[in-house]
């Protein structure tokens, strides 16, 4: 992993595309800040305010696995796409979207240790990626190397990790920020649809609705990284999220203070607090229709 | 270059274009209950970058100029939330002289479950 993870560091220093946004954050300081905090908060503002470009980024298809493993819920392969479908997919976008499921359930699978299903994830998603024209991301190696590492769960994930993140490179490099940013709405909107999906008992239930709760920002994040692409092909997607947005205002989170200590030898930080998740019943039942609509419409 | 190991890469490498003096902003989803790492890196030509974190509330938590610019921290994180990353291309000790110099910054995130 390191050896792979250097040589993409020097790939990375010959191109840098990418069509960042350039854009100013907003702030919304409280008037009631004492006039010392006034000004260390006006000026941290400045500094965000002075970020050319923001790019917003969702949980990878790795994390969302992760994710849906804390949850200790119960693995299900139905629930996931089926990888004999790639055929039914004709347009860019609905393909990309569907490489971004496909890489999330390959996550799942992998994370979850259910290598055999893993390798016809991975099948699907190299027939998805050919299709695209994404070229030396799925190669005979990578796939060597998945059969190498059947057996070794924490290997499979990392060669997923590193394929998912070449797929983003090259998408970037050769300037396909559409394509890039469908895979990874597709990727996060699966992770979702397989946790409202998941067969649990009521202790794992109100886990799941917790992670899923939790997703509230990342919802913002993905309805401004698509807006920023400025694309018609994503305007009916937008219109549900948006839709979906509305949905999980319903959703509290109720943060407890954070407590910032450093440990400078360590060269580590603790960013302490709590968080509470308040979602009715109303609202788990709408955002769980919404999710599985959603998700029909990507995949169906 | 430091590198995530043992931290588990979550498969996003963020890059973006900086010309000298310029700032990029990340917005990260941080999980409680993690351990994460986060690595900045300008390759050879950029030297080292600064970076900064900042909570949903738009407060500093974290600044690497005050720890001997770190190219590499980690985060134990308690709560769930969002955080912004504030990476910037240092203007040059001898004066902002070189606007046409422009570099391409990486950002990499790893994570590992919090020890118990």
């Known amino acids: 992993m390191k050896k792979i993870f250097c040589f993409i560091f020097s790939l990375m220093l010959l191109a840098c595309g990418g069509d960042d946004k350039e854009t100013a954050l907003t702030s919304d300081v409280s008037s009631e800040i004492l006039l010392e905090d006034e000004i260390i908060s006006a000026k941290q503002i400045k500094e965000l305010k002075n970020a050319s470009k923001v790019v917003y980024t969702l949980p990878s298809p790795v994390e969302m696995a992760d994710i849906l493993k804390e949850t200790e819920a119960a693995y299900d392969v139905y629930i996931l796409n089926d990888p004999d479908a790639v055929d039914g997919y004709v347009t860019d976008l609905k393909r990309a979207m569907n490489l971004g499921v496909y890489f999330t359930d390959l996550s799942f699978t992998s994370l979850f240790d259910y290598a055999q299903e893993a390798m016809r994830f991975m099948g699907a998603a190299q027939t998805m990626s050919d299709e695209l024209n994404i070229q030396g991301v799925f190669t005979e190696d990578v796939m060597m190397r998945i059969e190498e590492n059947m057996n070794d769960k924490d290997s499979l994930i990392d060669i997923v990790g590193s394929t998912y993140m070449d797929t983003d490179l090259y998408l970037q490099d050769n300037e396909r920020p559409v394509i890039a940013k469908a895979i990874l709405a597709g990727a996060w909107l699966e992770g979702l649809y397989i946790a409202v999906s998941l067969k649990t008992d009521s202790g794992q239930e109100n886990q799941i609705w917790k992670k899923v709760g939790e997703q509230k920002p990342a919802l913002g994040n993905l309805v401004r990284l698509l807006e920023d692409c400025k694309d018609a092909q994503f305007d009916s997607l937008l219109i549900d999220l948006r839709s979906l947005a509305k949905t999980f205002e319903a959703v509290k989170l109720d943060y407890q203070s954070i407590e910032v200590v450093t440990d400078t030898a360590s060269k580590r930080t603790n960013l302490g607090g709590d968080l509470n998740v308040l979602i009715d019943k109303k609202t788990t039942n709408q955002i769980k229709s919404q999710i599985i609509a959603l998700r029909n419409s990507i995949t169906k | ?116």
């Open chain 2, 1 to 116: 270059m430091k590198n995530l190991e043992p931290f588990r890469f979550n498969g996003s490498l963020n890059k973006v274009l900086l010309s000298r003096g310029e700032s990029a902003e990340l917005s990260l989803i941080l999980r409680g209950g993690k351990k994460y790492r986060i690595l900045v890196d300008g390759g050879n030509v950029m030297g080292v970058l600064s970076f900064k974190i900042y909570d949903r509330h738009k407060t500093l938590v974290f600044d690497n100029s005050k720890h001997d610019m770190a190219q590499y921290w980690d985060f134990n994180i308690g709560a769930t939330q969002e955080y912004h990353i504030v990476v910037t291309y240092p203007v040059s000790n001898e004066g902002y002289n070189d606007v046409t110099t422009r570099g391409c910054v990486a950002l990499a995130v790893g994570f590992l479950d919090k020890s118990p």
